[in-house]
T-cell receptor, first 115, second 113 residues
């Protein structure tokens, strides 16, 4: 079974631009979560989607948004990029629903550098 | 408030020595508990998890962890560390009725030859 796939793996943007990151979950997984990882703040929860609906949201500004499609694939978008948005963005999928055990399966991440 | 504390930011051990990484959590009820490992530039890989039952859980790569309810702890152990174990280790908790997983700050493990 294929794992969680994130694209692109690496990207460089300049301040003020916007970026879209993509995540394909493990087949059959209906929940997708996004995390931002930086050396100073560690792993911070961005949001979680289930059945195309945002179920949980972390404490990030409105510049960070996401969505989930009917096939469970998810995208996250960051608008008006700031230098501090440079980070590794990790996507994780889980079964959710009645089979939920809370276990997350992570992709390898998208490394965003903002210049 | 829900939180996870990993008191040790960086630990150095010699190859072959034993290892214990500490994790304490604060949660309203007993959550699900996890340990993940992250190699440089990679995503997180699950080492082991605790849901219920036996409080000593075995994981991959020879790791084990013990859940102690009275201490709100879930410490990770390995009897003999290998050089390939050098990585960052994260303790995580998630409620039994939600998908909002919270992570500790991580412990970076260095293995000396």
């Amino acid at each position: 079974k294929a794992g969680v796939t994130q694209t692109p793996r690496y990207l460089i943007k300049t301040r003020g631009q916007q970026v879209t990151l993509s995540c394909s979950p493990i087949s059959g997984h209906r929940s997708v979560s996004w995390y931002q990882q930086t050396p100073g703040q560690g792993l911070q929860f961005l949001f979680e989607y289930f059945s195309e609906t945002q179920r949980n949201k972390g404490n990030f500004p409105g510049r960070f948004s996401g969505r989930q499609f009917s096939n469970s694939r998810s995208e996250m978008n960051v608008s008006t990029l700031e230098l501090g948005d440079s980070a590794l963005y990790l996507c994780a999928s889980s079964l959710a629903g009645d089979s939920n055990t809370g276990e997350l399966f992570f992709g390898e991440g998208s490394r965003l550098t903002v210049l | 408030a829900q939180s996870v504390t990993q008191p040790d930011i960086h630990i150095t051990v010699s190859e072959g020595a034993s290892l214990e990484l500490r994790c304490n959590y604060s949660y309203g009820a007993t959550p699900y508990l996890f340990w993940y490992v992250q190699s440089p530039g990679q995503g997180l890989q699950l080492l082991l998890k605790y849901f219920s039952g036996d409080t000593l859980v075995q994981g991959i790569k020879g790791f084990e962890a013990e859940f102690k309810r009275s201490q709100s702890s879930f410490n990770l152990r390995k009897p003999s560390v290998h050089w390939s174990d050098a990585a960052e280790y994260f303790c995580a908790v998630v409620g039994r009725n939600n998908n909002d997983m919270r992570f500790g700050a991580g412990t970076r493990l260095t293995v000396k030859p």
